[in-house]
């Protein structure tokens, strides 16, 4: 196949389907949250399912051709695999959020953007970077193409064969030729439950909130700046659990007036420069910033584990400026900046009196 009809194909697929799925995305998205939460895995488990799915994919993949870019350890040019031409992304395990690519799916979903490496396994290329997201994306399914009316399915715990489940021990296998599709991509959580994030009325442990669900969060405004930082009401999009205890690493972080902040290592943390950082990269001396722009040195970072569920919240809104909330009293990024907007991990979001649609641009 060459490479011209396989863009055909794929331009009139993501075309259409974005047409059509506008409309219903507003209703998706709270079955989505509910689907995750019900499906939920840790790193280590995200990024095997991934690998499970690229594995079961390519085998049966429609089309194939040479990107043209080159690998970046020499293993000549990066080689891709169409798993569908379906509509819906009929029993396609990576879906058709990347435009049914399957090599680009699997490292989009765990991998910051950097120098793409390439491999040949079991005859078939892959590809891998070195810089991991925190929090990877992996497919939940469901034996049709629309969550509102999908039964849950599920990999075999094993992930031994390729077959889906109606039950989660592996038991209820669909029937030969039955149909699966990819509903939706998941990710995990980062506070521990006893972590207060700002809402209108005041802090609330993540947990008491999520339980409550409680529909308004407080967020920075979309105009804020490091001088001039404000507070605003926003929708909360959604909350997000796991569903197992698993073991976290956790960083603490006290600071100078007594203040502590408890978040996963990789958690979006603001510093005194106005970057997104991950919170395991924060050392002492360094600042963390208060709501009204003052910074509060770090006088100590301990690392610690938890065992137990870590939980998130996320604001509606997807600008980069207002997806900054309160928790324990200092300002941090939600899980846009682990995932959607990962790129802009250690670059500065909050400027000096920089206008707001300048501030994408500006480099760390």
Excluded at 295 to 321: Q, W
């Amino acid at each position: 196949m060459t490479i011209q009809s396989v863009i055909c194909h794929l331009s009139a697929l993501t075309f259409a389907a974005a047409t059509l799925g506008a409309a219903s995305v507003a209703q998706a998205e709270p079955l989505i949250q509910g689907r995750c939460a019900n499906d939920v895995l840790s790193p280590d488990q995200a990024r095997l399912r991934l690998e499970w799915a690229r594995a079961c994919g390519v085998p049966h993949h429609v089309g194939a051709f040479d990107t043209g870019l080159a690998s970046a350890n020499n293993a000549g040019y990066l080689w891709e695999y169409i798993e569908t031409f379906d509509f819906w992304g009929k029993n396609a395990y990576s879906g058709i959020s990347s435009g049914n690519q399957i090599n680009d799916t699997f490292v989009r979903n765990q991998y910051y953007n950097g120098p793409t490496y390439q491999f040949t396994v079991n005859g078939y290329k892959k590809w891998a970077r070195t810089n991991l997201l925190p929090q990877p994306m992996y497919p939940t399914f469901g034996n049709t193409a629309d969550i509102n009316t999908a039964t849950p399915l599920y990999p075999h715990p094993t992930l031994a064969d390729c077959r889906l489940y109606f039950d989660k021990k592996g038991q209820l296998p669909i029937p030969v030729g039955g149909s699966f599709y990819v509903n939706a991509y998941c990710a995990s959580g980062c506070y521990t439950p006893d972590q207060k994030v700002l809402f209108p009325d005041g802090e609330k442990p993540i947990l008491d909130a999520m339980n409550e669900v409680v529909p308004k969060m407080m967020t920075l405004s979309t105009g804020s700046t490091l001088e001039s930082p404000e507070l605003v009401r926003n929708e909360v999009y959604s909350y997000t659990s796991e569903l197992h205890d698993g073991t976290h690493v956790i960083f603490v972080l006290k600071t100078a007036s007594g203040g502590e902040l408890r978040v996963t290592d990789k958690h979006p943390v603001i510093d005194g420069r106005g970057k997104v950082v991950e919170a395991r990269s924060l050392k002492v001396g360094n600042n963390l910033i208060r709501p009204d722009g003052s910074f509060d040195p770090i006088v100590s970072v301990e690392k610690t584990l938890h065992r137990g569920k870590v939980y998130n919240i996320r604001p509606a809104t997807e600008d980069r400026v207002s997806n900054v909330l309160v928790a324990q009293g200092y300002l941090v990024g939600s899980s846009r900046y682990q995932n959607e907007d990962a790129d802009y991990m250690n670059r500065v979001i909050l400027g000096r009196a920089i206008p707001k649609d300048v501030l994408p641009g500006v480099e760390p």
